[in-house]
């Protein structure tokens, strides 16, 4: 086998080696990549009942439903359409109504989005960029001139 040869098997060999762990990767990451939807994506689309996404929006002002055993029950919107959320545990601090909220579950058989964790926002400048531009788009938004981070 010439110098080339070998130069180039070497070469593909490595190639194959790189390809089967980056295929490898992904796959293993398949199960933890979470996309981000909003009400209206939710209630426009189909998203399957168990798979795993993000939740973004305000809460609904009046809509926050305390229960004895911590569990509570909410509205996120973004002011054309919303769903229904149920959550067990202790909310942040800075979680009420009419405040930015990114919600991390699945939904239900029953079309109630079961969140198992709950991210509040202080500020209107935090929410996804999908969120303020449908708030934009409506005449909802709050938050400064500045670009949404």
């Not at 998203?47 to 305390?66: A, F, H, K, N, Y």
């Not at 029950?73 to 202790?90: E, H, L, P, Q």
């Not at 405040?99 to 969140?115: L, N, P, R």
């Amino acid at each position: 086998m010439t110098r080339k040869q070998r130069r180039l098997t070497l070469i593909g060999s490595a190639g194959a080696v790189l390809a089967v762990a980056l295929g490898l990767i992904l796959f293993a990451l398949n199960d933890q990549i979470v996309f981000f939807q909003s009400p209206t994506d939710i209630t426009q689309s189909t998203v399957p009942t168990g798979q795993r996404i993000r939740l973004g929006g305000l809460v609904e002002e009046g809509s926050v439903i305390r229960s004895d055993n911590a569990e509570v029950s909410f509205r996120v919107t973004d002011m054309a359409n919303a769903v229904a959320v149920t959550y067990k545990g202790i909310l942040p601090d800075l979680f009420r109504e009419g405040q930015g909220v990114v919600t991390e579950g699945v939904i239900g058989s029953d079309g109630v989005f079961v969140a198992d964790s709950v991210l509040a926002k202080h500020d209107e400048n935090y929410v996804p960029k999908e969120v303020a531009e449908a708030l934009k788009a409506q005449g909802h938004w709050q938050g400064g001139e500045g670009e949404a981070q």
